[in-house]
């Protein structure tokens, strides 16, 4: 997925020593007389993905806050409750083969299904789970605030989280919030169920085995990880003791950075599901005999994010200008067509209460004026982070464009995902151009991240977007959180949609796109399901033919 200029030949030779390796290992054999387009065949039993995995930090489901690892965590671990996969808004039970909730709304009573099992042969209790949330707050990591937000705290969680009896799990609340916000929040990463006495017996000077579980896993579900070589390859294995039936023993994730040696891969068998052709690859693979496509809209959005530590990003004005000086339509037609659509709100569409409309286009003279107003008449030099990744290079050139033709001088500043990331992170950046993806399926997941920012120190408990930027909205971050509170559903939907059109006009963020997830299989592959967000995604049903 690098930008295709960027490209160097070691980037190309790298993926048949990476294939020896990982074939080697499944038991195969490719010869040296194999010809350069003869068509191969992936492993009997394992399916070989190739995809842009530089963006994995952690494994550990209290940690994983990215793409790639929240995908590969949704097959390796299940949660108490999920998206129901009729209707992915609502919630249905996973672990959770029912629950109760209390009139006001505090008290969530779980009965948990008995013939869920570890790879280690033990069936999951109550005492695993209850165990797996208190961790996720008393590690803190990045989406520790997910069940933070709730009054969960080190102190107080293993009292208000507690396993009643091997197949009870009890959650009280400290203050009642929205029934659907809670079990939507739970159905996220950090609601995965760990092996109690795995991790434990894992754990080095108290850290709850979070070391261990970055690469290393201890779930229930269908399969566990085997092997993580960072910005190289990814190796689950079956789950052994799992009741899931899986059609691959093994799925291998491959690092694959550019398309085109993804196409490739698929051309010569080499893999069995590619996931970032660009547009006119996918394009031209549909014409391919016994290939086909796969494609769902996803929670997840591209946006240019202004850090207002920076004082010229202190003006309104400036923020506007920069949104009025966006060509969208040229972005979506020109760069990413079928893999991405225009979105100028911070819900996504799908997601509810998502506003659809596009308020933003390209108005240089009004953005002009906005500039001046602001007291910046000639512009200004900004440098802006970005994934070389495709088609994020492509994306931030054409930002960089637009923004020129405005007098605001944009230095590009590319790295992998993780490094803008981590930059991100730690405040360090003037500018960044990213994916945000949405942790659960509740509007408060966005609205919180974008705009509630109640601590902008860095002793703050919430980190995620509006505090990276350093914008702090006291009213915004006030009607965020009475909206997570309002238990009338459809005022509650009002609520957030007041909140997307006063973001637009204040918030530091320039929302370009919405991702329309896009993978190729090969032929006779069948039964890869993308899902509305990356951990939804599932490998159990697929199947080569």
């Not at 996973?94 to 570890?118: C, M, N, P, Q, R």
């Not at 208000?160 to 659907?180: C, F, K, N, V």
């Not at 100028?344 to 506003?355: C, D, K, T, W």
Request: aromatic share 8%; charged share 20%; glycine share 6%.
């Amino acid at each position: 997925m690098m930008t295709r200029p960027m490209l160097t030949s070691p980037m190309l030779t790298r993926p048949v020593l990476t294939r020896r390796a990982m074939l080697a290992a499944s038991a195969a054999i490719v010869t040296a007389a194999e010809a350069p387009f003869a068509r191969a065949a992936t492993p009997a039993g394992v399916a070989v993905m190739a995809k842009q995995i530089d963006d994995v930090i952690s494994f550990d489901p209290a940690e994983s806050y990215e793409f790639t690892n929240n995908e590969v965590d949704g097959n390796v671990y299940r949660r108490l409750v999920g998206p129901n996969p009729k209707d992915n808004t609502r919630i249905a039970g996973d672990l959770a083969e029912k629950w109760e909730i209390s009139a006001d709304g505090k008290e969530f009573t779980f009965h948990l299904v008995k013939d869920a099992y570890f790879p280690s042969g033990k069936a999951m209790t109550a005492e695993d789970a209850a165990f797996s949330l208190h961790r996720v707050v008393m590690l803190n990591k990045t989406p520790g605030f997910i069940l933070t937000q709730f009054g969960f705290t080190k102190d107080n969680v293993e009292k208000l989280i507690r396993a009643t009896d091997a197949a009870t799990l009890q959650m009280s609340l400290p203050i009642a919030q929205a029934p659907t916000f809670v079990l939507s929040c739970l159905s996220a990463n950090v609601g995965s169920v760990v092996e109690k006495a795995t991790v434990l017996a894992n754990q080095v000077n108290g850290d709850l085995g979070n070391a261990w579980l970055k690469n290393h896993s201890a779930g229930n579900g269908p399969y566990q990880l085997t092997q993580w070589v960072a910005s190289d390859h990814i190796t689950i294995d079956a789950n052994p003791k799992s009741n899931i039936p899986v059609g691959n023993k093994r799925v291998t994730i491959r690092h694959i950075a550019d398309p085109s040696a993804q196409l490739l891969m698929l051309q010569k068998g080499d893999a069995d599901i590619v996931r970032d052709l660009t547009p006119d690859q996918i394009k031209s693979v549909k014409a391919s005999d016994g290939t086909s496509v796969t494609s769902s809209g996803q929670g997840s959005s591209v946006y240019v994010a202004m850090n207002m530590a920076l004082p010229q990003f202190q003006k309104r004005q400036v923020l506007q200008a920069m949104k009025w000086a966006i060509d969208y339509d040229a972005i979506a037609t020109n760069i990413t067509p079928n893999t991405y659509v225009v979105s100028q709100s911070f819900l996504p569409s799908g997601l509810p209460g998502a506003l659809t409309d596009k308020p933003f286009k390209k108005d240089v003279a009004r953005a002009k004026a906005l500039l001046a107003e602001a007291g910046y008449p000639n512009g200004f030099s900004v440098k802006m982070d970005t994934s070389s990744a495709s088609p994020y290079g492509d994306i931030a050139q054409a930002v960089q464009a637009d923004l020129a033709a405005i007098g605001i001088n944009v230095e590009l500043i590319s790295g992998e995902q993780k490094q803008v990331i981590t930059k991100m992170r730690a405040r360090t950046h003037e500018m960044a151009i990213l994916y945000w993806g949405t942790d659960y399926f509740d509007p408060n997941s966005n609205a919180q991240a974008f705009c509630a920012n109640p601590d902008d120190s860095d002793a703050s408990k919430l980190r995620i977007l509006a505090w990276r930027n350093h914008f702090k909205d006291d009213q915004l971050t006030a009607m965020v959180e009475d909206a997570a509170k309002e238990l009338d559903g459809e005022k509650r939907i009002g609520m957030y949609q007041n909140i997307q059109k006063i973001a637009r006009e204040r918030a530091p963020f320039i929302i370009l796109l919405q991702k329309i997830s896009t993978a190729v299989l090969a032929k006779g592959v069948s039964g890869f399901v993308i899902g509305p967000l990356p951990d939804y995604t599932k490998y159990a049903d697929i199947k080569k033919g």
